[in-house]
């Protein structure tokens, strides 16, 4: 159940609010809150100004997480969430009304609320870099899939026209280009390797789309489209490498 999340403060926080939901998502499943607080970002210019001021604050009575937001950094602003939650945990379980000194200083003076806050400082820091960890190890694997997946693509594609080498028929064909590249087109090359090149690519024509198959089928008419408009251009980088190639060598001889 997402926790409901209020701007007063008028500051652009969009970027951060995908964040504070994914954390809250995080700790409920771990702490099993019964009910979610209202998240609240506070500004209060007086507070920023003061090295010593509040970052944020938990009130047991609303249910609220309350903090300030002023010049502060993303991250921070997430600890601070953070260590609220272990309170309001606290206090669904009934275990935050201790009673005793409750002022300045209570830290110092009320042995119980010590505890609570050394619980938060702790368990709240430790679930965030979880979150954190967790998160980036998941956007890191993706990144990962999508490289190898750009990178079998790239090499499907520079087969296909004959940039890697590869035998076809007991034939070598390699093409490639040293540091003062010439121009040099298709029609040079004998009508044999032509023949071979035009052979591989039949054989070749299906493997297009079959690395990203799968998440095609679930793909918007607008999202075929783009990568199809990305595989052409694909294409066409591969074609203007091959246009560009000096040394060309057909069966271990050089023929350009």
């Known amino acids: 159940m997402p926790c409901s999340i209020k701007n007063p403060s008028n500051i652009d926080l969009s970027s951060l609010e995908p964040h504070v939901q994914g954390m809250y998502d995080y700790f409920e499943q771990k702490l099993g809150f019964q009910k979610p607080p209202t998240m609240f970002f506070d500004s209060d210019p007086t507070n920023q100004s003061n090295v010593l001021g509040k970052t944020a604050y938990y009130d047991p009575q609303a249910l609220e997480v309350h903090v300030f937001v002023n010049g502060r950094h993303p991250k921070d602003m997430l600890r601070s969430i953070a260590h609220e939650l272990i309170h309001h945990q606290q206090n669904l379980e009934g275990r935050l009304n201790v009673g005793g000194y409750m002022g300045e200083g209570y830290y110092l003076k009320n042995e119980e609320m010590k505890k609570l806050e050394q619980e938060a400082m702790l368990e709240g820091n430790a679930l965030m870099r979880e979150y954190e960890d967790n ?4 956007e890191k694997n993706k990144m990962s899939l999508k490289e190898w997946k750009n ?6 594609l520079l087969k296909k026209f004959g940039i890697l080498k590869e035998d076809i028929g007991g034939k070598s064909v390699k093409f490639g280009a040293d540091d003062n590249p010439e121009e040099t087109k298709m029609d040079h090359l004998p009508d044999e390797v032509l023949k071979d090149i035009a052979k591989k690519k039949e054989v070749n024509e299906e493997l297009d ?8 089928s679930h793909d918007t008419d607008d999202e075929k489209r783009m990568k199809e408009e990305s595989l052409n251009k694909k294409l066409e980088e591969a074609i203007a490498r091959i246009a560009k190639a000096k040394n060309i060598t057909y069966k271990g001889k050089k023929l350009r």
Do not use: S
């Open 151 to 156: 990178n079998e693509l790239n090499k499907q």
């Open 135 to 138: 998160l980036k190890l998941e």
């Open 209 to 216: 789309e079959n690395i990203e198959l799968e998440e095609a």
